[in-house]
C-alpha cells in the first residue's frame, strides 16, 4: 500500500490499479492539526469492510525522524497490533514507513497542489476458520474506490455532550438521548455488558443517529473522546481517537474492563448512577470520488 512513486513498495507501482485510492486534499493542513493518524472511509473488498490509516507524522520505534505511514484495517472487528495477516482478532497490517514527511512536504510528485493520494491493492485474502484451516482466495478485480479528504484551516465545530444514568441498565444495548452538533445528530450508545467482539469490557460508540445518517457527499471528518466521570476521585477514563472519516459509528468494543468499571473505589459507578462524556471537534469533510 503507498501512494505511486519510486519510494513505493513494488504492490503498488503505476503498473497496478489499487482497489482503493484516497486523495487528502489540503495535506499541510492536516499535518498543522498535530493529529497522529486519520482514517479514511470504509471500502468494501471481497466481503470485507477495510480502511486505511495515514500516520503524517509516525516515528519509528517511538523517536527520530517523523514519517508519513499507513495502516490497513478491517472495520467493525476489535482493533490489535498483527501483521499482514488478517484473522478475526487481529485486524491491523504492521505500519508501512513510507517516507519521511520534511520530504514528502518538499516534493513537487508526491504532493501536488497541496494534495496526496494514497492508494491500497489487496491481492490475495488468506481465511482462518475456527478449525484452523485455510482458505486461500484469489479474486476478480472491480473499480477502484476513491474517496476525497477536505481538511479545515480554520472555524473546526466542536461538541460536547454528557450523558447522566441514575439507575444503571444490565441490558444489552442502551443510548443516551439525540443532541445535535454540526448540523447532524448523534448519540452515544452502550453495551453495558459487552459487545459481541469484547472481551469482559463494557462497550462505548459515538453513533450517528438512524435518521441523520451521512450521505457520501457529507462525511465528518472528526476526532473524538468518550470518557466515564469518576464520580468520587476526579480521575476520569477516557479514550480518544485520532481524525477519521465519520460514516456511521465509532467507538470501543472494549472500552473498560467490566470489573474495574464496577469496583466500587473507582468512582465510575457510584449507587448505579454512571456518567459518559463526548466531546469532539469536526475539522473537515470527506467524499466519494
Same mark, same amino acid.
Given at each position: 500500500?503507498?501512494?505511486?512513486?519510486? $519510494?513505493?513498495?513494488?504492490?503498488? $507501482?503505476?503498473?497496478?490499479?489499487?482497489?482503493?485510492?484516497?486523495?487528502?486534499?489540503?495535506?499541510?493542513?492536516?499535518?498543522?492539526?498535530?493529529?497522529?493518524?486519520?482514517?479514511?472511509?470504509?471500502?468494501?473488498?471481497?466481503?470485507?469492510?477495510?480502511?486505511?490509516?495515514?500516520?503524517?507524522?509516525?516515528?519509528?520505534?517511538?523517536?527520530?525522524?517523523?514519517?508519513?505511514?499507513?495502516?490497513?484495517?478491517?472495520?467493525?472487528?476489535?482493533?490489535?497490533?498483527?501483521?499482514?495477516?488478517?484473522?478475526?482478532?487481529?485486524?491491523?497490517?504492521?505500519?508501512?514507513?513510507?517516507?519521511?514527511?520534511?520530504?514528502?512536504?518538499?516534493?513537487?510528485?508526491?504532493l501536488v497542489d497541496d494534495s496526496c493520494v494514497f492508494g491500497v491493492e489487496i491481492l490475495k485474502i488468506d481465511v482462518s476458520t475456527p478449525e484452523k484451516l485455510m482458505i486461500a482466495g484469489l479474486?476478480?478485480?472491480?473499480?477502484?474506490?476513491?474517496?476525497?479528504?477536505?481538511?479545515?484551516?480554520?472555524?473546526?465545530?466542536?461538541?460536547?455532550?454528557?450523558?447522566?444514568?441514575?439507575?444503571?441498565?444490565?441490558?444489552?444495548?442502551? $443510548?443516551?438521548?439525540?443532541?445535535?452538533?454540526?448540523?447532524?445528530?448523534?448519540?452515544?450508545?452502550?453495551?453495558?455488558?459487552?459487545?459481541?467482539?469484547?472481551?469482559?469490557?463494557?462497550?462505548?460508540?459515538?453513533?450517528?443517529?438512524?435518521?441523520?445518517?451521512?450521505?457520501?457527499?457529507?462525511?465528518?471528518?472528526?476526532?473524538?473522546?468518550?470518557?466515564?466521570?469518576?464520580?468520587?476521585?476526579?480521575?476520569?477514563?477516557?479514550?480518544?481517537?485520532?481524525?477519521?472519516?465519520?460514516?456511521?459509528?465509532?467507538?470501543?468494543?472494549?472500552?473498560i474492563p467490566l470489573n474495574k468499571f464496577k469496583d466500587p473505589s473507582g468512582g465510575y459507578l457510584v449507587e448505579l448512577n454512571c456518567v459518559v462524556k463526548a466531546d469532539f471537534t469536526i475539522v473537515g469533510s470527506s467524499n466519494d470520488g
Amino acid at each position: 500500500m503507498g501512494n505511486s512513486g519510486s $519510494r513505493v513498495p513494488a504492490l503498488l $507501482r503505476k503498473t497496478h490499479v489499487p482497489d482503493f485510492e484516497w486523495k487528502i486534499h489540503d495535506f499541510l493542513a492536516l499535518v498543522e492539526t498535530k493529529a497522529t493518524s486519520v482514517i479514511s472511509g470504509p471500502f468494501d473488498n471481497s466481503g470485507y469492510k477495510w480502511c486505511l490509516e495515514v500516520s503524517p507524522m509516525h516515528k519509528k520505534f517511538g523517536g527520530g525522524t517523523p514519517y508519513v505511514a499507513l495502516n490497513l484495517m478491517i472495520c467493525g472487528y476489535p482493533l490489535k497490533q498483527a501483521s499482514y495477516n488478517f484473522d478475526f482478532y487481529n485486524v491491523y497490517s504492521k505500519k508501512e514507513c513510507l517516507i519521511p514527511l520534511q520530504e514528502l512536504l518538499k516534493s513537487s510528485t508526491f504532493l501536488v497542489d497541496d494534495s496526496c493520494v494514497f492508494g491500497v491493492e489487496i491481492l490475495k485474502i488468506d481465511v482462518s476458520t475456527p478449525e484452523k484451516l485455510m482458505i486461500a482466495g484469489l479474486f476478480e478485480k472491480k473499480p477502484t474506490t476513491v474517496q476525497n479528504l477536505f481538511v479545515q484551516k480554520k472555524g473546526f465545530i466542536k461538541g460536547t455532550y454528557t450523558w447522566t444514568m441514575n439507575n444503571f441498565p444490565e441490558s444489552e444495548f442502551v $443510548r443516551s438521548t439525540t443532541f445535535e452538533v454540526g448540523g447532524h445528530k448523534w448519540y452515544i450508545g452502550m453495551y453495558p455488558r459487552g459487545h459481541k467482539c469484547s472481551t469482559d469490557c463494557l462497550s462505548l460508540f459515538l453513533c450517528l443517529d438512524a435518521s441523520n445518517e451521512l450521505p457520501l457527499e457529507s462525511w465528518s471528518v472528526a476526532e473524538m473522546s468518550l470518557s466515564i466521570q469518576d464520580q468520587k476521585n476526579g480521575k476520569h477514563f477516557t479514550r480518544t481517537t485520532g481524525l477519521l472519516v465519520f460514516t456511521k459509528d465509532w467507538g470501543w468494543p472494549d472500552f473498560i474492563p467490566l470489573n474495574k468499571f464496577k469496583d466500587p473505589s473507582g468512582g465510575y459507578l457510584v449507587e448505579l448512577n454512571c456518567v459518559v462524556k463526548a466531546d469532539f471537534t469536526i475539522v473537515g469533510s470527506s467524499n466519494d470520488g
